[in-house]
């Protein structure tokens, strides 16, 4: 069996009983850092072996942790915090172990983008989750691509080029666009700036941010058609 098994992205008290429980039972635990999972795994007391699974060897690993799946070891891959696969390693040994057969379990648990999304005040019935945008090659492209989304849109983003996204979402999509930007969630600084993307601006150009980063989007506003609109005038 696979566990994929997400951990606290702050207060460790998110980390749930079953996530607990299935790492001492582990075999191996696949981490995305191994100094930073270790300090999770000595607070809850989980003495299992740790192996270091991360985007920059995940196709080179990825092989043998099946091999072990298939002999019948119990795995459990675990990220710096939050759900493995969600911005961070996952997809890859997911894809692998189920294409040899082998079955795959994912807990829920933590991860930011839901707090985010739903502290937002924006709607969230319909949302897509965009992630981390491209650096460079693509972003403008992928921007271009989204204006005429109507959902709810979720980003993850560096405190370092905060201002600068929001800007760069200001030109595409206009500064009374509602935004809201979450940081630090599930920690003792937890913070929720909400706005026009222009007031929003103001406020980090003004305060710098610190720490980890969600920017919950609102989509296009959908235009009504000239028909309901002479409906209701009539």
């Known amino acids: 069996m696979l566990y994929i098994i997400p951990t606290p992205v702050g207060n460790l008290e998110d980390m749930t009983m079953r996530a607990v429980r299935l790492l001492k039972e582990a075999d191996v635990v696949l ?14 007391d989980i003495q299992n072996r740790l192996m270091s699974h991360h985007k920059f060897n995940e196709h080179g690993t990825s092989a043998s942790v099946v091999e072990r799946l ?12 939050g759900t493995p696969g969600i911005s961070d390693p996952g997809f ?7 294409a040899a057969g082998i ?4 807990l829920p648990g933590p991860t930011a983008c839901i707090p985010a999304l739903v502290s937002s005040g924006l709607p969230c019935d319909r949302f897509c989750f965009e992630g981390f945008l491209p650096q460079k090659k693509g972003r403008q492209t ?10 709810t849109m979720v980003f993850y983003e560096s405190p370092f080029r905060l201002v600068k996204t929001l800007q760069q979402f200001a030109e595409a ?7 809201s930007v979450s940081r630090e969630i599930s920690k003792i600084h937890e913070e929720h700036v909400r706005g026009t993307l222009a007031e929003v601006i103001e406020h980090f150009t003004t ?14 506003a959908k235009v009504k058609s000239k028909a309901k609109q002479n409906d209701k005038t009539d």
């Open 173 to 179: 999509f206009g500064t009374d666009r509602q935004v």
């Open 103 to 106: 079955e795959v379990q994912t």
């Open 142 to 151: 992928h921007l271009d691509s989204l204006k005429e989304e109507s959902r």
């Open 31 to 44: 981490a995305e850092d191994t100094r930073t999972s270790g300090i999770l795994l000595k607070h809850f």
């Open 207 to 220: 305060t710098p941010p610190k720490g980890e980063i969600v920017i919950v989007l609102a989509g296009k």
């Open 70 to 81: 298939k002999a019948g070891q119990t795995v459990a891959l675990i990220s710096d915090a």
């Open 92 to 98: 890859f040994l997911v894809r692998e172990a189920v």
